[in-house]
């Protein structure tokens, strides 16, 4: 028997670990069920007195909470279950005693002054407004040409405003001269405004918000400029820190039917994710900006991390030594492996899935156990119960080296509560999924879709979405070396904020992991500018071509296109093509459904075939099955038609 470890927990200023204060009583150290008999102490939900007490005060008995009648708290206890699971985390971490960890610890640095400038900059591609020393490259400099010939109203301000800020913070220091941001962002006389997104998918600012119903998702204008006609008409209207409510009071959002089609992340080719990520992080800013939310964002300091094994692993490094063997692996196989077998034999039923911790002594044998045999396959997985392989999956997600929202877009993501609705919640964290590098996009969907088929069965094991949500925020949000100083309410406010973004994640997660129509948009603007010098020089070099050849003058068909058909070619089937005329109707599960039908050698399942548009505007993106043709050959009459096989 040990001393009962306090509820009451205090992040050290020295060491960023978090220590537990003692108390008088026992607890079996191996009996998680002894700890869920104890009386549960209230958590007030008075802001300026936090759940944690410094190690140098005396406990003192907590004022009772006054109850909140309110729809938007989330519920007294479900938060006691928080500061449960802090209070676990932080007796693993003892009971582990370092082991299996890194020697040294993930740190976050505050970025000096304008150094966070220039790195937004890099990130988003445009060094070269500021950076004067680098070498000529004209295809990089008609790259960020193209970009910012895209920009809305709210981006080109976004960025404008970082250039401002490093142009007077250089002044200062004496260093170089940098551009005036006038004579970036120079238009044309007859257009004194930056470009908007166009060919119709941006409406009027003052029309954007104001003639939606609340549950619609209108992701073909900036969530910027929605955000500024909303600010504009509520100009009284002050943000609601953490509005959180019921399982069943979450609005219903909907996006607007697209006849383009939907796009998913994973859709498009890495070069048009790319170009995806760098207006998703000037369009989050000019979000930001908009809400008067000052973001200052951290950078990840280099550490030494291990190199081989499964805990403590950089997702980076898993993923890489589990590609050696299946090369598709998007998700780490630990991780992959600890959920399955949770939701093996009917898991998911056992009441308290999630919350109710595994024997501290037993985690840290299996831990050990995992680590020596995983993949020689000699692992007793058989013999693993639930509740320990749940301990296991939340030990993986903090001892990661670096955070799963890593550390750059850690307090971007808890700002999203300083919005001031929960539309504009969801759209930015829309963004910050979309900012995520892969790795760590793909594992946190796999670990959310895991959440919502644990929701599913919570008539049995008892986890609603809130449950699941306050259990898993310290998992997600606290990681090793942590060393933010905040004071006892800022922690509070942590805590129930955490937790909303991670029920925001899950209840959401079919809106957050697609692309926005409107950004969409702009990637196929800026392919389009990329193209018209290359089309000037080909169209030159044909031209000299034309008249030193002299060719004889014969009648050109006419394409297949202008005359109402498409051709979709398979090049990996027997039947390597087919011409399809477009109908007001035809969807892009038609032309599949019609593929099978006239060749019968066709192996592939009709759920595992996928059409592509190619080419033209667009480099390459996997189609929604509800896309209509004719209006997206409208939108890219350029494009390419292909069938193939799902990765």
Known sequence: MVPRLALYLHLSRRTGHYSVQQNHS????????????RPRPSVCSNPGSSPRRSPHTRLRPRPPCQRCNSQDSLDELEMDDYWKEVENISRSAEKRGGEGGNEEEEQQKHPDEGEQEEAWLMEAGLARLFDGSLPADQEQEEDSAAFLSTLTRAQAAAVERRLTLLHQTQRRCNRQHLPDVRDIFRLPEKDKEPREVQKGSESPPSDASSTEPETVMNVDVAFSEQALSYRDNQPHRVAKMSPNSPDDKLPNFRLLKDKTGQTRVGHLSPPDMKKVRR???VEITALFDTGGIDLKAHKAVKVKTKESGLFGVPLVTLLDQDQRRVASTKVPFILQRLISHIEEDDGLDTEGLLRISGAATRVKSLYQELESCFYDGTFPWDQ???HDAASLLKLFIRELPHPLLTVEYLN????VNKLPTKKQQLQALNLLVLLLPEANRDSLKALVEFFQRVIEHQAKNKMTLNNVSVVMAPNIFMF?????????QQEFSMATGTANIVRLLIRYQNLLWTIPKFILTQVRQQNMESQRKQNKERAMRKLLKKITDKPPDRATPEPESAQGFIRVQAPQFSKVSMVLQLTEDLQAA???TRFLSQDSAVKVKREDL??????GNIKERCLDRETFMKDLFQLNPAAEWVIKAAQ
């Open 384 to 386: 693993l119960k639930q």
């Open 412 to 415: 971007a993501f808890i700002a």
């Open 480 to 488: 090793k070396g942590c060393r933010s100083k905040v004071t006892e």
């Open 590 to 592: 038609d032309v599949l």
């Open 279 to 281: 207006f998703a992080l």
């Open 610 to 615: 996928r059409l592509y548009e190619i080419g």
């Open 26 to 37: 026992a607890l079996p150290e191996d009996n998680p069920s002894a700890e869920s008999q």
